[in-house]
C-alpha cells in the first residue's frame, strides 16, 4: 500500500495555485498589450504569507490618509502646514491610530520636510487606496493607467465618527483575491521596470507610479518580505 504524505500533497496543491494565478495574470497581460516574461516566478501562496486582520489595515489606511493629507497641505505654505498638523494630530487620536504612524508618516506630521518628502507622501493615495480595495470600500481595482479618485479615497475616511463607524464599512476579501492582484501587479511593474532600463515609456498606458505604489500595497498586505514595514516596502521584479 502506498502510503500519501499529506504535506507533499499540499506541497502540489500550494505550486499549482500559484501557477494558475501566474497563468490568469498573463492572460490579463495579453488582453491589454502589456509585455512579460513567461519565466517571471509565481509569487507566494496562501499558506506562505501572512493573512493581515481587518483591523489592522483599517488602521494602517487611517494612519496613511492622515499623513498623506498634511502632506498635500503641505504646498500652501508654513500657515496651512501647521494648521492641517494641528487639524490631522487631532484626527489622529479621535480615531486611536497615533501608534499606527510610520517613521515617514509621523516626520510628515511633526518634523521639517523637503518638498521631496511631502510629494513622495501624495503618492501614498495609490497604496491607500489598495487598503481600501482590500477593505471591501473600493469596489475594483481599474486597470493601473490613472489616478484613483482622491475625493472618494478622502471621504471613505471622512464620513466617519471614528475607527468604530469606520470598521462597519469593512467587508475584507478572501485572501485568494489579494494574492490576485499581487501576482498581477508583479508582472506590471516587470514591464514597466523593463521600459525604463530600456530608456522607453511605459508600456500600454501604464501609469508607473501609480503601478508601484499599488505594488508596495499589495505586497505590505501579504507581507510579502516579512518586513512588516510600510516605508519601505520591497517590489523585487
Not at 32 to 40: C, F, G
Given at each position: 500500500?502506498e502510503?500519501?504524505?499529506?504535506?507533499?500533497?499540499?506541497?502540489?496543491?500550494?505550486?499549482?495555485?500559484?501557477?494558475?494565478?501566474?497563468?490568469?495574470?498573463?492572460?490579463?497581460?495579453k488582453?491589454?498589450?502589456?509585455?512579460?516574461?513567461?519565466?517571471?516566478?509565481?509569487?507566494?501562496?496562501?499558506?506562505?504569507i501572512?493573512?493581515?486582520?481587518?483591523?489592522?489595515?483599517?488602521?494602517?489606511?487611517?494612519?496613511?490618509?492622515?499623513?498623506?493629507?498634511?502632506?498635500?497641505?503641505?504646498?500652501?505654505?508654513?500657515?496651512?502646514?501647521?494648521?492641517?498638523?494641528?487639524?490631522?494630530?487631532?484626527?489622529?487620536?479621535?480615531?486611536?491610530?497615533?501608534?499606527?504612524?510610520?517613521?515617514?508618516?509621523?516626520?510628515?506630521?511633526?518634523?521639517?520636510?523637503?518638498?521631496?518628502?511631502?510629494?513622495?507622501?501624495?503618492?501614498?493615495?495609490?497604496?491607500?487606496?489598495?487598503?481600501l480595495?482590500?477593505?471591501?470600500?473600493?469596489?475594483?481595482?481599474?486597470?493601473?493607467?490613472?489616478?484613483?479618485?482622491?475625493?472618494?479615497a478622502?471621504?471613505?475616511?471622512?464620513?466617519?465618527?471614528?475607527?468604530?463607524?469606520?470598521?462597519?464599512?469593512?467587508?475584507?476579501?478572501?485572501?485568494?483575491?489579494?494574492?490576485?492582484?499581487?501576482?498581477?501587479?508583479?508582472?506590471?511593474?516587470?514591464?514597466?521596470?523593463?521600459?525604463?532600463?530600456?530608456?522607453?515609456?511605459?508600456?500600454?498606458?501604464?501609469?508607473?507610479?501609480?503601478?508601484?505604489?499599488?505594488?508596495?500595497?499589495?505586497?505590505?498586505?501579504?507581507?510579502?518580505?516579512?518586513?512588516?514595514?510600510?516605508?519601505?516596502?520591497?517590489?523585487?521584479?
Open positions: 500500500m502510503i500519501v504524505n499529506e504535506n507533499d500533497h499540499n506541497g502540489e496543491m500550494d505550486v499549482l495555485e500559484a501557477q494558475m494565478r501566474k497563468e490568469r495574470s498573463m492572460e490579463i497581460l488582453a491589454h498589450n502589456v509585455p512579460y516574461i513567461e519565466h517571471l516566478p509565481v509569487i507566494e501562496t496562501s499558506d506562505c501572512r493573512v493581515r486582520t481587518a483591523d489592522e489595515i483599517a488602521r494602517r489606511a487611517v494612519a496613511c490618509l492622515f499623513a498623506i493629507q498634511v502632506a498635500c497641505d503641505a504646498s500652501g505654505g508654513h500657515a496651512s502646514l501647521k494648521k492641517s498638523r494641528k487639524f490631522f494630530g487631532e484626527k489622529l487620536a479621535e480615531f486611536g491610530v497615533e501608534e499606527s504612524l510610520t517613521r515617514k508618516e509621523r516626520k510628515v506630521l511633526r518634523d521639517k520636510c523637503s518638498n521631496q518628502e511631502f510629494c513622495s507622501m501624495t503618492w501614498k493615495y495609490e497604496a491607500y487606496w489598495v487598503l480595495w482590500a477593505l471591501g470600500i473600493v469596489d475594483r481595482l481599474d486597470y493601473p493607467a490613472d489616478a484613483c479618485d482622491c475625493d472618494f478622502i471621504n471613505a475616511v471622512a464620513d466617519c465618527n471614528g475607527m468604530d463607524e469606520f470598521l462597519a464599512k469593512v467587508q475584507l476579501r478572501d485572501i485568494s483575491e489579494i494574492l490576485d492582484e499581487a501576482d498581477l501587479i508583479y508582472r506590471y511593474d516587470w514591464a514597466c521596470v523593463d521600459a525604463r532600463i530600456h530608456e522607453e515609456e511605459a508600456p500600454a498606458g501604464l501609469n508607473p507610479d501609480v503601478v508601484f505604489e499599488r505594488h508596495c500595497g499589495l505586497n505590505w498586505l501579504i507581507d510579502a518580505d516579512g518586513a512588516d514595514d510600510w516605508d519601505n516596502v520591497s517590489t523585487n521584479t
